[in-house]
C-alpha cells in the first residue's frame, strides 16, 4: 500500500534497534544525496562480536575484512545487511521477486549457522534483481538484548547472555 500510495522511500524497523532521530535524518540525507536504492546503518548482532554486515570482494566472493579507508567514506556497498533502521527506495521494491522474506533452513534441513534469515534472503533476491545495498558508515544504532545480570564473587554486578545461560546455566564466575 504505501508503494501504491508513491512514497518515494520506506524505513523499516526492527523493535531491538536503538536509534535516534538524527540517524533517520542522515540515512535520508545519504539516500538523497547518492541517489540509493537501499541504506542501512551499523549495527552489532546480538550475542555476537561482529556488525550485521557482508561484503564482497571484486570477484564475489564474501570478504572477511573490509579496508579501514572504506569506513572513512560516508557510505560503502554491501551484500546483506540488518533490517533494524533500514531505507529502501520505493520503487525498486516490485522488482524483488516475492516472498521477499523467506527463510532458509541449511542443507542439513536444520537451523543452524548456515541458514538464511528472512533479511539476509531478502538482500540476496535485491542483488539478483540489479540492486545495490550500501552501509551507512556514520550511522550507528544500537542492539537491545535480553542478558541475565548476577552478582560476582565480589558482589560488582556482571552480565552474561541468555543464550549463553540456556547453554552452560548459572556462570562459574556468579556469586
Known amino acids: 500500500k504505501t508503494i501504491d500510495a508513491r512514497a518515494k522511500y520506506i524505513l523499516t524497523l526492527d523493535y531491538d534497534s536503538i536509534f535516534t532521530t538524527g ?9 538523497t544525496q ?7 546503518p551499523i549495527q ?4 555476537v562480536e561482529h ?5 564482497e570482494d571484486e570477484d564475489g566472493n564474501l570478504q572477511k575484512d573490509v579496508p579501514i579507508e572504506e569506513l572513512a567514506k560516508p557510505i560503502m556497498p554491501i551484500r546483506t545487511g540488518h533490517f533494524g533502521l533500514t531505507m529502501l527506495r520505493a520503487d525498486c521494491i516490485p522488482k524483488v521477486p516475492k516472498p521477499w522474506l523467506h527463510c532458509q533452513h541449511d542443507k542439513d534441513g ?3 549457522p548456515e541458514r538464511i534469515d528472512a533479511d539476509v534472503g531478502f538482500w540476496l533476491k535485491w542483488r539478483d534483481a540489479g540492486l545495490q545495498l550500501h552501509l ?6 544500537g542492539h537491545a538484548q535480553l542478558v541475565v545480570s548476577w552478582p560476582d564473587k565480589g558482589m560488582q554486578t556482571r552480565h552474561q547472555y541468555l543464550s549463553e545461560y540456556g547453554k552452560i546455566g548459572k556462570p562459574d564466575w556468579a556469586r
Do not use: F, P, T
Open 51 to 55: 556488525i550485521l554486515a557482508s561484503k
Open 23 to 31: 540517524d533517520v535524518l542522515l540515512l535520508y540525507e545519504l539516500m
Open 110 to 112: 536444520e537451523w543452524g
Open 34 to 40: 547518492y541517489g540509493l536504492h537501499a541504506l542501512c
Open 44 to 47: 552489532s548482532g546480538r550475542e
Open 136 to 141: 551507512a558508515n556514520d550511522v550507528v544504532i
